[in-house]
């Protein structure tokens, strides 16, 4: 659980512009989820709220993005150097939690175990190549909220909008450039540059 201090019921109902009555029934329905104190009110983990926000397509207030929160993002890439170079980049923005994958496979796992905001799949790894991810993790509703940013030396248009297609959220051509690559992730997690 996060060390951060939970929302009440009221201040989603100001964050959101909103009656604290439709909050309490978001939780009643099972839209929000909520745990209950031992005086019997409803709180709310920064977390989870961010993850209500993403599903309703919410604007996420800018104030719970610089409250401590992290943003995870998942690189699955089979080769080391990229994966290192990659991780130091994001390891640099202090928002970002990062971990890695080295093949489609313990992709899988990671979904499940890390849930990431972002994914940063590459689409040419043996075994379970990076299409093949992106559809499996596109058709789970547990990934729902998972961004995808496609990355590949060799791609070709008809590839790219096959991706696309499939509900990849961005292609970027190896070699690429850091701050592209950077910028890209901030507009998919919705986080605007200081």
Same mark, same amino acid.
């Given at each position: 659980?996060?060390?951060?201090?939970? !929302?009440?019921? %009221?201040?989603?109902?100001?964050?959101?512009?909103?009656?604290?009555?439709?909050? $309490?029934?978001?939780?009643?329905? %099972?839209?929000?989820?909520?745990?209950?104190?031992?005086?019997?009110?409803?709180?709310?983990?920064?977390?989870?709220?961010?993850?209500?926000?993403?599903?309703?397509?919410?604007?996420?207030? @800018?104030?719970?993005?610089?409250? %401590?929160?992290?943003?995870?993002?998942?690189?699955?890439?089979? @080769?080391?150097? #990229?994966?290192?170079?990659?991780?130091?980049? $994001?390891?640099?923005?202090?928002?970002?939690?990062? @971990?890695?994958?080295?093949?489609?496979?313990?992709?899988?796992?990671?979904? !499940?175990?890390?849930?990431?905001?972002? $994914?940063?799949?590459? #689409?040419? #790894?043996? %075994? #379970?190549?990076? /299409?093949?991810?992106?559809?499996?993790?596109?058709?789970?509703?547990?990934?729902?909220?998972?961004?995808?940013?496609? *990355?590949?030396? /060799?791609?070709?248009?008809?590839?790219?909008?096959?991706?696309?297609?499939?509900? *990849?959220?961005?292609?970027?051509?190896?070699?690429?450039?850091?701050?592209?690559?950077?910028?890209?992730?901030?507009? $998919?997690?919705?986080?605007?540059?200081?």
């Amino acid at each position: 659980m996060s060390s951060e201090k939970p !929302l009440t019921t %009221g201040e989603i109902a100001d964050f959101c512009h909103i009656h604290l009555r439709t909050v $309490l029934q978001w939780i009643h329905d %099972g839209k929000l989820k909520a745990y209950r104190t031992p005086g019997n009110h409803s709180r709310v983990q920064v977390a989870d709220f961010i993850d209500f926000l993403k599903q309703y397509n919410m604007p996420i207030p @800018d104030s719970l993005l610089v409250r %401590g929160n992290t943003r995870k993002v998942l690189i699955v890439d089979d @080769d080391a150097n #990229m994966v290192s170079s990659l991780k130091r980049l $994001l390891k640099k923005d202090q928002q970002f939690e990062v @971990d890695v994958a080295y093949d489609g496979f313990e992709a899988g796992i990671k979904l !499940l175990l890390f849930k990431p905001d972002i $994914l940063i799949l590459d #689409m040419r #790894m043996p %075994g #379970m190549n990076g /299409y093949e991810v992106a559809q499996k993790v596109k058709r789970s509703p547990n990934c729902a909220h998972t961004s995808i940013i496609g *990355v590949s030396a /060799y791609f070709e248009d008809a590839d790219k909008k096959k991706l696309l297609d499939i509900g *990849v959220d961005a292609c970027i051509d190896k070699p690429f450039n850091s701050e592209v690559l950077l910028d890209q992730v901030h507009a $998919l997690l919705g986080i605007t540059k200081a």
